[in-house]
């Protein structure tokens, strides 16, 4: 038996409702996947930056060389690009204001840049996750003038918040070693360009009588 409803419309029975919400449930779950698809990810590189953490022996991605920075100079600041050490090895040195092995190294990465000259190149790299802002880097600059560290002045990166996402850590100091190929060739969170520091890299132990 037919039953009528609203001037003489059919009303469904409980199969047809059945069919109708599966459809229905259907419908939406293509819509959710459609959008899903269509919505851009920092990851996937659909707003220009590759966000996706790499691996060693892995590639870095075109836009790392493009990307441009805000450099700390001994209290200037410019924008540039990482585009000038492309085909050559280089080594990003992530560090931090309050990381003082990060500041004592510098002695001994200082030693290497002036022996190999342009064959390594080291660039000194703080993140947004250091939370220093150019207040303290600038305070610290100024005690350098006046410390017996090695170095006098800060030359780095600062303020990245592109760099630490492609090679997440969890302390400093931390190293990401680039050979000429652009391939990530090691991460090490000890310094390597140390000359008490030799093969196979193991720190000395006091010996005990």
């Not at 599966?22 to 707003?47: H, N, W, Y």
């Not at 305070?139 to 990166?157: A, M, P, V, W």
């Amino acid at each position: 038996m037919r039953h009528f409803f609203r001037a003489g419309e059919i009303l469904p029975n409980q199969k047809t409702i059945k069919r109708y919400s599966t459809l229905l449930s259907i419908l939406c779950l293509v819509s959710m996947f459609s959008l899903s698809a269509q919505t851009p990810r920092k990851e996937s590189g659909a707003d220009g930056l590759t966000q996706r953490p790499i691996n060693i022996g892995d590639a870095v991605p075109d836009d790392f060389w493009k990307q441009e920075f805000t450099i700390y100079n001994n209290g200037h600041l410019s924008k540039s690009t990482l585009a000038p050490f492309r085909g050559k090895l280089l080594v990003l040195d992530f560090w931090s204001t309050t990381c003082s092995p990060c500041l004592i190294h510098q002695k001994e990465i200082a030693f290497f840049k002036n022996k190999y000259g342009n064959e390594i190149n080291v660039v000194m790299v703080n993140s947004v996750r250091t939370r220093d802002d150019i207040q303290k880097v600038e305070r610290l600059n100024q005690r350098l003038k006046h410390s017996d560290f090695g170095f006098k002045s800060i030359h780095s990166i600062i303020d990245d918040d592109y760099l630490h996402r492609l090679f997440p850590f969890n302390g400093f100091p931390f190293y990401v070693w680039i050979n000429q190929n652009g391939n990530i060739q090691t991460y090490t969170m000890r310094n390597l360009l140390d000359r008490g520091y030799n093969a196979p890299f193991v720190d000395p132990t006091p010996r005990t009588k």
